[in-house]
């Protein structure tokens, strides 16, 4: 049986594929700031985007996008912050900074499904 860090990370690299595959580069996975981790970071037309990852094989604990609560939210936007200061000379040329939210949903048959977010919250909510 998959450890839920296990099928986190396996979440984590199916949706990084799945944006790879619409145009977006994935410029870090698993980016961390002390406690606090920063799941894909991603850059495309301009927009960098910090993206938090949920991944369920079920509903049995809730839809994986309802976890992503008020906490959660501030942990993301803090690390972001840590994350531009120590990238800075990378981000050049972007023009906007969103969060967004990726749910990947495991199905046995490996047609997985995958839901993006844009701009799922602003910062300070």
Request: a negative charge; hydrophobic letters at 40%.
């Given at each position: 049986m998959e450890s839920n860090v296990g099928r986190g990370r396996r979440?984590?690299?199916?949706?990084?594929?799945?944006?790879?595959?619409?145009?977006?580069?994935?410029?870090?996975?698993?980016?961390?700031?002390?406690?606090?981790e920063l799941d894909?970071?991603?850059?495309?037309?301009?927009?960098?985007?910090?993206?938090?990852?949920?991944?369920?094989?079920?509903d049995a604990f809730g839809a994986p996008l309802e976890s992503i609560g008020p906490r959660k939210r501030r942990d993301v936007e803090r690390a972001a912050r840590a994350w531009i200061r120590s990238r800075t000379p990378e981000i050049d040329g972007v023009r906007a900074l969103r969060f967004d939210a990726v749910s990947v949903r495991l199905?046995?048959?490996?047609?997985?499904?995958?839901?993006?977010?844009?701009?799922?919250?602003?910062?300070?909510?």
């Open positions: 979440g984590e690299s199916i949706a990084a594929a799945w944006l790879e595959a619409r145009g977006w580069t994935v410029l870090d996975r698993n980016w961390r700031d002390g406690p606090r894909l970071v991603a850059h495309r037309d301009g927009t960098l985007a910090f993206l938090e990852v949920k991944t369920r094989s079920s199905n046995p048959s490996g047609a997985h499904e995958i839901l993006h977010v844009e701009g799922a919250w602003r910062t300070g909510e």
